[in-house]
């Protein structure tokens, strides 16, 4: 028989005699690869699937986007194209007609959104809608009445997360009622909210967007032949950047002055959101898996000590009989490789399963036209080197201790094998209540200071990781509480209404709404779109104006309103500017032809505690730097007696100049809602947490089962009952587990923290996160490290039941 062959045979009965371990420890290895490669794949699946996504629908290169209430004679934009030096990289534009809405769909339901018209242009359609479900938009007929309308694509996701038929009639702003035709998506809206403002913290569900041709959008926001918004696209290879440029001198010289932004690719929400959130993911996912595969390197490192000293006297034979220890090395290292190739080759099965939730999660949440989720081979062979690599590497260390002792050291049993007590004699002044046999489970692991750091490592790492993903959603959670309790501190039945200009505040538009019998006190302001600008950084805002006497003013931590700009704690910090700091301020203001851009130097004389860093507050007085005085194109409304703010929604449908309504309560529901479906994602990653808790678990009570059965069985033979065996071994467990556990949350907590500061920081700019790790994760973390680890023993209860006690005790010197 050849050595080849014997080494095989020798190291396939270490394998049985230890399956249990040995299947144990494989699904460890397992769960670390194969969560490692699923989680890993989903940043290459959903940047495959935003390039699709983006590159079906012709996604702008660049966008000019006018102020606020201010509208240009269709065609305007486009005729300013024509005169650019670089008017040759067009390959497509289109002007379109944004306006906000509200929107009353069947089933009762109701919210504020946008309303998207697009005109024809030169080049293929930019910015354009695909439809999933029901039919593309007819051809208008006509202009004039509601019925000569050619209807509107409702977005998707507004759609699908409320249940809608994929067809029906909608109520929108003036009270006109139109039909869609179909369900869609476009690229700026993929993540639903609005194209930029507050409304990017308006979730699908609760913000509705139509999609329209130019002349219905005209007609239903009664703004004939008006334009406000000019998307187009460049040739392969031209400078988004000199274009931006040079459409940025042709806007300055345009007279009657107009406010206009141009914005490139990079700056839609939605874009910058779907691909910076690839990174960030990416980086959450890796310190998990890297977390998963630390926990099977100690779980790994633990078995294969523990098969090493097993065999020790084996080994010191076969060194006294001369052979070289690098040969018997062989036999342990053999047991490591297959245990982790076994290990590796489940981790590709179990990648797979975990990747099906997982796809499915990311579709719901970021319903993209075009999906694609093909096999990661590159991630998957990365994940298999790693975890082949890392226990084979951590089983190496215990081999190379072992061929390093003396023959007559290992050959020795019994009592001449000792070789120390470790941390015991800590407890010669310190004895337990009870019997004799009560001090064995904590001498037990002060004896063995060594196996008992590496267990408790390997249920740290598996407790950090769900510590770490349970508090991303506290972190989460305690930001919007945060947001959601200055909001509604004051005034929570408020209904913030938009109007879809500028008008006199004690005019005709603003005294239909104060008759409205559903309206109680109305309040009017102002709300301005604008960019804060200091040391180099600029952050966008929606300045809102607060008239004297508000009903709500925000919850300031330093300063007053009143003398300057409120600005939130995020905006502040972002900015390098403190209280009195001043700042540049670029907004429109209104000049004898229209809207201009203005910059203003304004001292910072609050700030909010608000995490959200879009929203900026003025009192009257600052506000005459807008031109615009005794305007107002915000109403906020305190509902009368017995109504509700759906009722005051509702009938404000009807009156013409009302864009949209929306309750106080819409930004943080949406965030909500987004942080729910956010939620799937991380339980998948928190179950296989959970599960790497419980195999190393049970691989710990099972080896320590194994390795103490002479222990159990001479106190078996005198007199002891099975089931006070167990609860030792259970006691062990839990020491050794509490100790994993406190370390695992504070472990999970540093992780948290960095993640907090680092990743979720460049991924959610607009809000000010903090760390934060509820009182219910760490007392259900410690609970579940506790009871996992002390339900593990139940499981070698029946092969303690069927101890053979004289067969156990037999020893051969």
């Known amino acids: 028989m050849s050595s080849r062959v014997l080494w095989l045979r020798w190291s396939w009965r270490d394998l049985r005699a230890r399956w249990a371990q040995v299947c144990a420890l494989a699904a460890v290895i397992a769960l670390g690869t194969g969560g490692y490669a699923a989680l890993l794949s989903t940043s290459a699946w959903r940047t495959q699937s935003n390039d699709a996504s983006f590159a079906l629908l012709h996604t702008h290169d660049l966008r000019v986007a006018l102020a606020q209430g201010s509208t240009v004679r269709q065609g305007s934009l486009l005729a300013l194209l024509r005169g650019l030096p670089h008017a040759t990289d067009v390959t497509g534009a289109r002007e379109r007609l944004i306006v906000p809405t509200q929107v009353a769909a069947p089933k009762r339901v109701l919210g504020p959104g946008e309303l998207v018209g697009t005109g024809p242009g030169p080049g293929p359609a930019v910015d354009a809608v695909h439809v999933s479900a029901g039919q593309d938009l007819p051809t208008a007929t006509g202009t004039g009445s509601s019925s000569n309308l050619a209807g509107v694509i409702l977005d998707r996701g507004f759609a699908r997360q409320n249940r809608l038929p994929d067809s029906g009639m909608l109520r929108v702003a003036g009270g006109a009622r139109v039909r869609y035709t179909g369900i869609g998506q476009s690229p700026e809206y993929f993540m639903g909210g609005g194209s930029g403002g507050a409304t990017v913290f308006l979730s699908q569900k609760t913000y509705a967007v139509l999609f329209t041709a130019l002349g219905t959008a005209q007609q239903l926001a009664g703004a004939p032949g008006q334009v406000n918004d000019l998307v187009l696209t460049l040739k392969p290879g031209s400078s988004p950047a000199t274009f931006q440029r040079e459409l940025q001198a042709a806007l ?293 104006v607060l008239p004297a006497g508000a009903a709500w003013t925000p919850q300031l931590s330093a300063g007053r309103l009143g003398g300057g700009l409120v600005l939130s704690r995020k905006a502040a910090a972002d900015l390098g500017a403190g209280l009195g700091s001043v700042v540049t301020f670029r907004h429109p203001q209104a000049s004898g032809g229209g809207l201009r851009t203005a910059d203003s130097q304004v001292p910072v004389a609050g700030i909010d505690a608000s995490p959200m860093r879009v929203y900026a507050y003025l009192d009257s007085a600052t506000a005459a730097l807008f031109g615009l005085p005794g305007m107002t194109n915000l109403l906020t409304i305190l509902p009368s007696a017995g109504h509700s703010p759906a009722d005051v929604q509702r009938a404000l449908l009807d009156l013409p100049h009302v864009a949209s309504a929306q309750s106080v309560q819409a930004a943080t529901d949406g965030l909500r809602d987004s942080l729910d479906q956010f939620t799937g994602i991380l339980n998948v990653a928190a179950g296989v947490a959970l599960l790497l808790v419980l195999l190393i678990a049970f691989n710990t009570a099972s080896i320590g089962t194994d390795e103490r059965s ?104």
């Open 252 to 544: 300055a010289a345009v007279r009657p002055p107009v406010s206009a932004t141009v914005s490139a690719r990079a700056d839609i929400p939605s874009y910058r959101v779907l691909y910076d959130d690839i990174k960030g993911d990416a980086e959450l996912w890796r310190a998990i898996a890297i977390l998963l595969l630390a926990g099977a390197a100690f779980a790994a490192l633990n078995l294969t000590t523990r098969i090493v000293e097993a065999q020790r006297r084996e080994t010191g034979i076969g060194m006294a009989l001369g052979v070289r220890p690098s040969l018997l090395a062989v036999r342990p290292l053999l047991f490591a490789a297959q245990v982790a190739l076994i290990g590796v080759l489940f981790g590709a099965g179990v990648g797979y399963l975990v990747g099906i939730p997982l796809a499915r999660v990311f579709a719901d949440l970021l319903p993209l036209p075009v999906w694609h989720t093909p096999f990661q081979g590159g991630t998957f062979a990365q994940a298999a080197v790693i975890g082949f690599v890392l226990p084979f590497a951590a089983a190496a260390w215990p081999v190379w201790r072992a061929v390093r002792v003396q023959p007559v050291q290992a050959i020795r049993v019994g009592h001449l094998a000792a070789r120390g007590n470790g941390l015991a004699p800590l407890l010669t002044w310190l004895r337990l209540p009870g019997r004799g046999y009560h001090q064995i489970p904590l001498r037990n692991v002060l004896r063995t200071p060594r196996r008992s750091a590496l267990t408790l490592l390997g249920i740290a790492a598996a407790i950090a990781t769900l510590v770490t993903i349970v508090g991303l959603l506290d972190t989460f959670r305690a930001t919007l509480d945060t947001a959601s309790a200055g909001l509604l501190r004051a005034a929570p039945a408020r209904v913030t209404v938009s109007l879809d200009s500028y008008y006199p505040a004690h005019g005709a538009v603003v005294a239909q709404v104060r008759a409205l019998p559903e309206a109680g006190q109305v309040q009017a302001g102002l709300m301005v779109p604008g960019t804060v600008r200091s040391h180099g950084r600029s952050v966008d805002v929606a300045a809102e």
């Open 710 to 813: 002479r222990e159990h069985a001479t106190m078996m033979a005198f007199g002891l009952p099975a089931r006070t065996v167990l609860g030792m071994t259970a006691t062990e467990s839990v020491l050794v587990g509490v100790l994993g556990t406190v370390t695992g949350v504070a472990a999970g907590y540093g992780l948290l923290a960095w993640l907090t500061a680092t990743t979720i920081a460049g991924v959610m700019p607009e809000i000010g996160v903090t760390t934060a790790l509820s009182a219910g994760t760490v007392a259900a973390a410690v609970l579940l490290g506790t009871a996992v680890v002390a339900a593990a023993p139940l499981f070698t209860l029946r092969r303690l039941r069927r101890t053979d006690i004289p067969a156990t005790l037999r020893v051969v010197e």
